[in-house]
């Protein structure tokens, strides 16, 4: 009877510590997911901070050219806008994509895509008085001050993401 006691005893203290490793295999393996989840979180959000420098530094440019337009008149000036204005309009579509399961942050992009648009649209715009009109009414023009509210805007909304990473 002793020797069934014992037995038993060794045979639930190994069913005991076999649940015992197996608990801290499958915790250890849940940390593990739960770190390569957060990994990934951590270099979208990343990836959306490079996005959203890029789109800063293209929408400065796409304004210096288009004041710089303005002035001289300079058809060589125009080359960066036009050539790469689809890709401004590429980054904020892409922090789009990239945010597109956070509601709050969508609603962002959706709002920073619109301003891009609109930073587009009177630069070209910009452009078109010049050409037509001359230098004069294109300063005129640049000189509402409209632009610089769209810059105003996009550096807001850029900020916005960068305060409230949700």
């Known amino acids: 009877m002793k020797y069934v006691n014992e037995r038993s005893v060794i045979g639930i203290s190994f069913i005991v510590a076999l649940l015992i490793i197996g608990a801290i295999s499958l915790l250890s393996y849940l940390n593990a997911m739960d770190f390569i989840r957060n990994r990934y979180w951590v270099q979208q959000t990343y990836r959306v901070l490079s996005y959203l420098d890029d789109v800063n530094e293209s929408v400065l440019k796409i304004e210096s050219t288009r004041r710089w337009y303005a002035i001289a008149g300079l058809e060589a000036s125009l080359k960066y806008p036009l050539a790469d204005v689809q890709r401004t309009k590429d980054e904020a579509d892409s922090i789009r994509v990239l945010v597109v399961d956070n509601e709050i942050q969508r609603i ?11 930073e587009i649209d009177f630069a070209k715009k910009a452009f078109d008085v010049r050409e037509k009109n ?33």
């Open 108 to 118: 962002r992009a959706d709002s920073l895509v619109v301003l891009v648009d609109r």
């Open 134 to 166: 001359g230098p004069v009414e294109a300063a005129e023009f640049i000189g509402t001050g409209d632009g610089d509210k769209l810059i105003d805007n996009v550096h807001c909304s850029t900020y916005d993401f960068n305060l409230y990473r949700v």
